[in-house]
Every structure is written in structure tokens, then in C-alpha cells.
């Protein structure tokens, strides 16, 4: 249920093989939606996920190119991006320098365990200072939650 006042924004799902199914409910018709896919997706799937109403768009080779995704939307007039992907898009936009800013919600809660997501997948880094090195740009409180936003340094947007 969305909390904000206002129109539903446009949702880009990114899914190079255009695997989401027809009937998932990020493709009612609440909202536009993009799909972005790669090469590498089978007409048939996008063919499908364009008559419930997705616009699909191509843009890669072997997977989505991130970057000319985000050319795509920046010339139809998207300037900001809500990122609600999972640690492998999150890993993958990161280490590309395509985030300009980072919010960290603190609840709280203790949750966890071996198998629990973690806010990063992908390759990562092994030794702390070889990490994307994060600028604290404010602390804001959400109910009992706190909001942290950061810039990363050296970040291309």
C-alpha cells in the first residue's frame, strides 16, 4: 500500500532475460512500467509482458547496460531514482559509480541469520579500506527509526 500522497511513479524493473511473470503484480496498471531487459531475452516473454502493458526496452548485450538504462530515463525526464533492488543490482550500481545518494534505515529490530540479505551481493571487497568510502550527509528520525543518508565519494553521477 503506498503512503505517500500523490501519483504512483514510473517503475523500471530490471530483468535482462524478461523473466518476471505477465500476471506479478509490479505490472498491474497503477503505475507505468518499464522493463528493461537485455539481448539476450526471448521475443516471446516481451511480447507478453508488453500486451498486459510494460513498455520494454533493450538495452544490452549479455545484461542490462546500467548506464545506458539510466541515459534512457534521464532523457524521458526521469531525475530521481528510487533504487529497491535487491544486493546484486545494489553491488552492481555501486560499483559502477551510478548512486549518488545512499539512505540507511536503522530499526529497531535485530534480524539476521546465514542466510538473511545483505544490503550488497556481488563481488564486494575483502579489506574495509578498500570499500566505497561514504559521506554522512544528514540523520533524520522516522518514528523510531533513524534515516541515514550518505554520498559516496567519488561517485561519477
Known amino acids: 500500500m503506498r503512503r505517500a500522497k500523490g501519483k504512483n511513479p514510473m517503475r523500471v524493473i530490471i530483468d535482462g532475460t524478461a523473466r518476471v511473470p505477465p500476471g506479478a503484480k509490479a505490472l498491474d496498471n497503477s503505475s507505468k512500467t518499464i522493463v528493461a531487459v537485455s539481448r539476450r531475452a526471448r521475443r516471446d516473454k516481451v511480447k507478453n509482458l508488453q500486451k498486459v502493458g510494460a513498455e520494454v526496452i533493450q538495452v544490452g548485450r549479455d545484461e542490462v547496460n546500467l548506464a545506458l538504462l539510466l541515459k534512457k530515463l534521464y532523457e524521458r525526464g526521469v531525475r530521481r531514482l528510487l533504487l529497491e533492488g535487491g544486493s ?30 545483505t544490503l550488497v551481493g556481488g563481488e564486494g571487497f575483502f579489506r574495509v579500506n578498500e570499500g566505497i568510502k561514504l559521506e554522512l550527509l544528514r540523520i533524520s528520525r522516522v518514528g523510531e527509526d533513524l534515516l541515514l543518508t550518505y554520498r559516496p565519494r567519488g561517485s561519477k553521477c
Do not use: C, F, Y
Not at 559502477?96 to 539476521?112: F, K, M, N, Q
Open 88 to 117: 546484486t543490482l545494489n553491488w552492481a550500481m555501486l560499483s559502477r559509480g551510478l548512486v549518488d545518494e545512499i539512505r540507511i534505515a536503522i530499526s529497531p529490530r535485530i534480524v539476521g541469520g546465514t542466510e538473511a540479505k
